[in-house]
């Protein structure tokens, strides 16, 4: 059903080396007026671009930094009620996926903006106005905040491990699966389909595979690439006002792996893994193609070089469809069956 929703964009994204000395620029124009600063890092993160970013403010506002653990809801609420005691007028997510959640989420319960600097291109929630964040049971979306600025420094993102660049590539590649799931839900269950999100979401999909060398030779040019692919599959889920065009059955999977082994593997692996497999089901041939642009970047295929066992993979898989139920995919209502699940993956060679 077509609704109203409003379609906030990010005003400004600052991408290339050296990008991060345009912050104190950046954050004028957010309001000059501002007094305090909230910056949300990573233990690892921290060292890499959290001190850059607090060094760059000293001088300028008072401000105050929190490292964020994990991505959960109560984190990001004791992080948030610690920006409001402290009066925090603008926040700042400097890291991976998690804590850009965390630091958009903080900026909707406190009704401030949030700035991006993504110090890895692991994902595509860049320039994302969402929130995954886990809850007590399943994992949420949770429409937060579109940032106001991106601030891409390419030098600083180029620090990041080769595994965290080709997991961006697997959670662009989720769109092919993405985008097959909302057409069937818009034709199935009258759901909102909007053509253009769809289409631009494809397209960093598309681009990825074009470019997969130049992306898995590691080069600046492969990383630039990437990285605008993943900001502009944000700014799809902007257009669409969900993360519909981002994320169908192949993140369901994702996100039921988080629950049966969390932490074992990152979120863009997991989600080409899904892709995989739900291309499969929908008797899609590509998924070969997916596969094999997998193997050639270095993406791991099997369920063992991800480190899961064949059982939790395929209980992640049975369990998929219990993930966010009013988000209708392939899987359907009641989702796949044990032996369903197990041949599938013996197919595709996953187990
Ligand atoms: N809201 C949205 O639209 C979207 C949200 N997501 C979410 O994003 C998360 C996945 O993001 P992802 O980045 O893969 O995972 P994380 O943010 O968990 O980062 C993974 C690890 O990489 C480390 N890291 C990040 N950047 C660097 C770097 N430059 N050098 C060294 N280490 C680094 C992190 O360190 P540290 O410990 O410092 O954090 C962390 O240990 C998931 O929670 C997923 O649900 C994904 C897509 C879209
Ligand atoms: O990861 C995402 C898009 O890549 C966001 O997806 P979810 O809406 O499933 O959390
Ligand atoms: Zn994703």
């Known amino acids: 059903m077509e609704s109203i929703h409003r379609i906030i964009l990010p005003s400004k994204v600052i991408i290339g080396p050296g990008a991060i000395k345009s912050i104190g620029e950046v954050i004028n124009e957010v309001a000059g007026r501002l007094k305090n600063i909230g910056v949300v890092t990573g233990e690892n993160t921290y060292r890499i671009g959290g001190r850059i970013v607090e060094e760059y403010l000293s001088g300028h506002s008072k ?194 792996l988080d629950l049966v082994a969390p932490g074992r593997a990152l979120h863009g692996e997991q989600v080409a893994l899904g892709t995989i497999i739900m291309l499969y089901i929908y008797g899609d041939s590509r998924w070969r193609l997916v596969r094999d642009v997998m193997q050639r970047i270095g993406l791991p295929t099997t369920a063992r070089d991800l480190g899961f066992s064949p059982e939790e993979v395929v209980k992640a898989l049975t369990i998929a469809h219990t993930i966010r139920p009013e988000r209708y995919t392939i899987l359907g209502e009641t989702g796949l069956t044990q032996e369903a699940a197990y041949r599938i993956l013996r197919e595709t060679g996953i187990i």
């Open 63 to 256: 401000v105050e930094t929190w490292i964020a653990g994990d991505a959960s809801i109560s984190t990001a609420e004791k992080i948030s009620l610690k920006a409001r005691e402290s009066n925090i007028g603008l926040v700042i997510g400097v890291g991976g996926g998690r804590v850009i959640d965390i630091a958009k989420y903080i900026a909707f319960k406190n009704n401030i903006d949030v700035v991006s600097v993504p110090l890895a291109p692991s994902h595509d929630g860049i320039a994302s106005p969402f929130a995954s964040l886990k809850g007590t049971s399943r994992p949420t979306s949770i429409y937060t905040r579109t940032p106001f600025a991106i601030i891409a420094d390419t030098d600083l993102i180029s620090t990041a491990p080769r595994r965290l660049i080709l997991s961006g590539v697997g959670d662009l590649l989720g769109k092919l699966v993405a985008v097959k799931d909302w057409r069937l839900a818009h034709k199935l269950k009258g759901e909102y389909y909007g053509e253009y999100a769809a289409q631009l979401a494809l397209l960093s999909a598309k681009h990825v595979l074009k470019y997969h060398e130049l992306i898995g030779s590691g080069s600046r040019e492969g990383l630039r690439i990437l990285v605008e692919a993943l900001i502009s599959s944000g700014v799809a889920m902007c257009i669409a006002g969900s993360s519909r065009p981002a994320s169908g059955s192949e993140h369901l999977f994702s996100h039921a």
